[in-house]
């Protein structure tokens, strides 16, 4: 759903940006241009993740530690991607194997089928799981979060008077490789080719004939690429969901930037509702500035969930989108950080997730996407959300022999998570 698996403002701040080369992507934020700082890339060959070796530097996870019923499926569906045999081809991550991966994966289930209380789960994560840490942008684990999500709009699978920008399907001779990426386009002769950019690939109607669906806005049309997926309302109610493929190849490019840039609307007032509102009073504007992307993504139709870059579904609130060249596909993760709550407010938010997807501008350890649900409330909580905050991985120890978790003294939760 993603892999592009921020609100368009956020969320194309955090809209656009998602992308896992399977995604949605995918992930996605968008928007306030985020400083160098955060994108700062690590050393090559660096990986993103710390080993903390001092007790006193592993966080509290009690207040994670309830309402975890979504999280029992997220964990599974991280397991039927390490199932998968081409999951070994991403293993090891540094020392950490394939078989630790899944054993760890497979430990944490356990641990919430067994129902511990919030402290025993805690108890039990400390003595059982070896904790890592982002080491984020400045090497001291800063992490800058945004938000994404899966839009609902009006679509049709024919175009029409009203339905006529359409999403296309990925073109029978891109080429893609191992880990997703795009390798370009092949010739009749086995040469590669890049992809053209979205202005070309727009203007040449190369694309002709691998139309997949249409809606009635273009800058819709870009929306759903930016977040990597939509759900589609049919005219008879049916509702149509629709993935992220593959993409051409190009880096991302935020249009909220652009438009901040050239004086068109106040970085302040960034959204996803802003960008909306402004192209459809400027339709006249719409390839101007989206053709300042050059990265096109193209579609599938999927089944009723939205996917992330490792085809397997996307859960709210469970689902983070980071940098797959330095950070562990699928595993367990721990984010601490403030969220947009549906009341209005920023609260603490600390919670497990699976890293299960990725993101067109979600490229350095110093960012992560969090995946918020279907439909305008999550975009509307997408778009709200840049903030800073840490990021942990869980690994189970090499000799570690998951036990039953024994109880120990209540505590009282400090912070609001789930």
């Not at 490789?177 to 727009?202: F, N, V, Y």
């Not at 192209?279 to 719409?286: L, M, N, T």
């Not at 840490?390 to 039953?404: I, S």
Request: with cysteine.
């Amino acid at each position: 759903m993603r892999n592009y698996h921020a609100f368009l403002a956020l969320s194309l701040i955090a809209l656009m940006i998602t992308g896992c080369p399977k995604k949605q992507t995918g992930t996605i934020s968008e928007g306030i241009p985020s400083t160098s700082e955060y994108d700062r890339q690590l050393p090559p060959g660096q990986l993103a993740l710390r080993k903390l070796t001092d007790p006193n530097d592993i966080p509290d996870f009690t207040v994670a530690c309830s309402n975890l019923a979504s999280l029992r499926q997220a964990v599974k569906n991280s397991l039927d991607y390490m199932n998968k045999p081409s999951s070994r081809h991403f293993f090891p991550y540094g020392e950490i194997s394939h078989d630790q991966a899944v054993a760890s994966l497979k430990a944490f289930a356990a641990l919430l089928d067994s129902n511990p209380s919030p402290q025993q789960m805690n108890a039990a994560i400390r003595q059982q799981f070896d904790v890592y840490t982002s080491v984020g942008w400045n090497n001291a684990g800063s992490v800058h979060y945004t938000g994404y999500y899966t839009p609902i709009f009006d679509g049709s699978m024919t175009r029409t008077d009203r339905f006529k920008y359409p999403l296309y399907k990925k073109p029978a001779s891109l080429e893609k490789g191992p880990d997703g990426q795009t390798l370009g386009m092949k010739g009749p002769d086995g040469s590669l080719t890049r992809c053209k950019s979205r202005r070309d690939l727009e203007q040449s109607g190369d694309l002709a004939g691998t139309e997949l669906a249409y809606l009635a806005d273009p800058f819709e049309a870009y929306v759903a690429q930016v977040q990597g997926s939509a759900r589609l309302r049919m005219s008879d109610g049916k509702m149509v969901t629709v993935g992220y493929t593959a993409d051409n190849g190009y880096e991302y490019n935020s249009v909220g930037k652009e438009l901040i840039k050239d004086g068109k609307i106040a970085k302040e007032s960034l959204s996803l509702r802003t960008l909306m509102d402004y192209f459809k009073a400027h339709p006249d504007e719409v390839n101007e500035y989206t053709w300042r992307n050059p990265r096109y993504v193209f579609f599938a139709v999927t089944d009723s969930a939205p996917h992330g870059c490792l085809n397997v579904p996307v859960t709210a609130y469970r689902t983070i989108a980071t940098d797959k060249s330095i950070f562990p596909r699928a595993s367990v993760a721990f984010i601490s950080t403030k969220l947009p709550y549906p009341t209005g407010d920023m609260r603490l938010y600390q919670g497990f997730a699976m890293d299960q997807d990725a993101g067109g501008a979600i490229r350095a350890a110093g960012r992560c996407d969090v995946y918020m649900g279907i439909g305008d409330q999550a975009g509307e909580l997408a778009g709200r959300t840049q903030q800073e905050g840490r990021l942990y991985y869980l690994f189970l120890k090499p000799n570690a022999v998951p036990a039953a978790v024994a109880p120990v003294p209540p505590a009282t939760p400090t912070a609001i998570g789930q």
